[in-house]
């Protein structure tokens, strides 16, 4: 005796066809297959106009700079330092050998940022002094007045330092950017060795 399905025979009929119940779900397969590839095709055209806005608004857009503070900008030219002054002062880095952009105003050690977005910002500060001289600076690095980060010693003992810092800031247009000395500290010896640069990493889609 021969077997039959009880909604007829296994055929193109069935397959694409029949209610889920009686034979097969391929109708529903298929549906979600398609959908499933509108989908895709859908979410790949967002991708595409989105890469195509972003490039179309960073296109062109280069900003970076790199500026050193002048050796010969010194206050007291028997010790070779800058400062001490009796309030905070902002670090004019005048020897500039990058200003991509024209963010950086050497006059003033100023960054201005042309365009929002992500920005680095790196500084190096270096000093140092003769044999059983205080060592002792503070250089902060601040953003329309508020300090995001410091270099600082204090030390007799030690005649030279130099330290670092490197930080992502989230920028707007026209937020600014810049070093500061501190009141009563100084850096004193080889001030080129004290470096300030930045660069955008990524320009905001918005603007």
């Known amino acids: 005796m021969e077997d039959t399905l009880p909604c007829g025979g296994w055929d193109c009929d069935c397959t694409f066809n029949r209610l889920r119940g009686c034979c097969c779900a391929a109708n529903d397969l298929f ?3 398609d959908e499933t590839f509108r ?3 859908s979410l790949g055209d967002g991708i595409t106009m989105l890469r195509g806005r972003v490039g179309a608004l960073t296109a062109g857009i280069k900003i970076a700079f790199k500026a050193g503070i002048d050796p010969y900008l010194l206050t007291t030219s028997d ?4 400062g001490p002054f009796n309030t905070n002062v902002p670090i004019p880095y005048t020897l500039v050998t990058l200003n991509e952009g024209n963010g950086y105003n050497p006059s003033l050690g100023v960054f201005t940022a042309p365009h929002a977005g992500v920005y680095v910002f790196s500084c190096t500060v270096y000093s140092a002094v003769n044999l059983n001289q205080r060592l002792y600076h503070k250089v902060v690095m601040v953003k329309n007045g508020e300090v995001l980060t410091s270099v600082w010693e204090d030390n007799r003992e030690d005649g030279e330092d130099s330290g670092s810092h490197t930080l992502t800031v989230e920028m707007q247009r026209g937020d600014q950017v810049y ?7 100084k850096l004193c010896t080889n001030l080129y060795s004290n470096v300030f640069t930045g660069y955008m990493l990524y320009a905001y889609t918005d603007e």
């Open 31 to 33: 549906r979600v297959e």
């Open 39 to 41: 989908r895709l095709a």
């Open 179 to 185: 070093m500061e000395l501190e009141s009563g500290r």
């Open 79 to 82: 010790e070779k330092c800058f």
